[in-house]
């Protein structure tokens, strides 16, 4: 839909805005001023759509915990408190708003600012005040980068997670956030590239196909939206490539049809639920193709087949070449992780590969896949593992419980298996996968010993947890509610 009422739309003004830039054609020279009723309705229309759109942008708050310093001696780094500041977009008018993961890591309090009322002159804006909510997390996926947060309230603006809003190289796309904490700051640009796979160091765990943006992003714009010309949500931004900090023209966001497959799981399960087919993937690389006299020079190789798999069950044999993902071409490492996080755990998967001379058609049935945190909550025991005045459900460090944690630094401890909903002082970050190995400087070897030790703290008397949180060792310090 267009956004003028007027007689050109959106798309239509720009162009003619940008010819009107390059310069008067010959039978225009002398004729002053003649560019300009091109230029105020690209003005109005950019204007229009941020009026709409930046309502459902907001700013997220977050106190926790992170290093103070530089690491002290054998023991890691002390902590403390530091405040972040973050973007998110509302996607349901009854207060659900997906950000970051990164945003909220570690956050010990998260509090959701919508905006006040737009710049200008009038009394609205001279007097109108933001709105601030605690927020709650409903779902993380650290995997790609994503988390759904909830705050208390009703008839919100917001942006439609629509798949179907895609976008194309050269396509304007605005980007809002509270980049450096200004909060709704609008900046335009191009779609440099709409399935980006990038070949350096990225702070997403898992490789996924981008959209590269010129629009200007700084830190602060993690977890707000990209709209397209029409005010449609195209992506939420999550990372930049810079040797400064600061915006170099190199901006990625998660393309929608992610983020709504994501935001379904998470709102239902509080995780993203994918399969586990049992096979381990590289790419394809022309020497590794002579080398092997693969059918190709490019794509995705079967590396390894996990026996007993699903996918060994199938007839999948290491050395083949991926070519489909039901139904969909895989040519690369990303492609191939998109089309496994938007397959729908339970449907077999329909997979296609190249053996040789021959392409194969094979059917996966495989299960969904354990997340870590279920595993440790699996083996905790609600009766005997329920450490209230913490706020978690603990499981003793044994023989069975290291076969599926990662090798700890201290042998003995209690592992947090999971958060509870009641309890635990407002000043305790814990995480599920956390290791306390001492409090107060006495080790801590059994979930009864850690809970006999906190009961005896008295209101107001300091804690300090020794923690072992992926494979550091750091200090947690607060006061017993």
């Known amino acids: 839909m267009p956004w003028s009422d007027r007689t050109f739309p959106f798309r239509t003004v720009v162009a003619l805005a940008l010819l009107s830039l390059a310069g008067p054609s010959r039978a225009q020279a002398g004729k002053a001023g003649a560019g300009s009723p091109v230029l105020h309705e690209l003005n109005a229309a950019v204007s229009r759509l941020v009026a709409k759109v930046s309502p459902a942008v907001v700013q997220i708050r977050v106190t926790g915990y992170g290093p103070a310093g530089e690491p002290v001696g054998a023991e890691g780094p002390l902590v403390s408190r530091q405040r972040t500041i973050g973007s998110g977009v509302i996607v349901d008018p009854s207060g659900y708003v997906l950000t970051n993961e990164h945003v909220i890591h570690g956050a010990q309090k998260i509090q959701v600012v919508l905006p006040g009322p737009p710049d200008g002159d009038g009394p609205a804006a001279r007097h109108g005040r933001q709105r601030i909510y605690d927020a709650r997390v409903v779902g993380t996926q650290a995997s790609i980068d994503l988390a759904l947060l909830r705050i208390e309230a009703t008839g919100l603006p917001t942006l439609a997670l629509d798949p179907a809003a895609k976008v194309k190289q050269g396509e304007l796309v605005f980007a809002i956030g509270s980049p450096q904490g200004l909060a709704n700051t609008v900046t335009m640009g191009v779609v440099s590239s709409s399935a980006r796979q990038l070949d350096v160091v990225t702070p997403l765990p898992t490789p996924m196909l981008l959209i590269q943006t010129d629009a200007p992003i700084n830190p602060g714009n993690s977890g707000g939206p990209l709209v397209n010309a029409d005010g449609a949500l195209v992506g939420i931004n999550t990372f930049i490539v810079s040797q400064s900090g600061g915006s170099q023209g190199l901006g990625f966001a998660i393309p929608v049809p992610m983020v709504r497959f994501a935001y379904d799981s998470l709102r239902k399960h509080g995780y993203v639920r994918r399969i586990e087919a049992g096979i381990a993937a590289q790419a394809v690389t022309p020497v590794l193709a002579t080398g092997l006299g693969l059918p190709r020079d490019w794509g995705v190789l079967v590396a390894d087949v996990v026996p007993g798999s699903a996918a060994a069950t199938a007839g999948v044999q290491p050395g083949d070449v991926i070519d489909t993902f039901d139904g969909r ?150 006061e017993m509610e």
Not at 407 to 431: K, N
Not at 443 to 450: A, D, F, N, T
Not at 466 to 477: F, I, M, P, W
């Open 329 to 478: 071409p895989v040519d690369s490492l990303p492609a191939l992780t998109g089309a496994l996080f938007l397959h729908q755990v339970g449907d077999p998967v329909l997979l296609g590969v190249l053996r040789g001379d021959r392409r194969i058609e094979l059917t996966v049935n495989a299960p969904e896949a354990k997340q870590p945190t279920d595993l440790l909550a699996d083996l905790a025991n609600p009766d005997r593992g329920l450490v209230p005045r913490l706020g978690i459900l603990g499981v003793e460090v044994s023989d069975k419980l290291r076969g599926i944690i990662p090798p700890l630094r201290i042998g003995h401890g209690v592992v947090v298996a999971a958060r509870t909903v009641e309890g635990g002082a407002s000043g305790i970050a814990l995480l599920p996968g956390d290791v306390i190995h001492a409090m107060n400087g006495t080790p801590v070897e059994s979930v009864e010993g850690l809970r006999q030790a906190v009961l005896a703290v008295k209101p107001g008397q300091p804690v300090v947890l020794q923690l072992e949180r992926q494979g550091r060792l750091n200090y947690l310090a607060f």
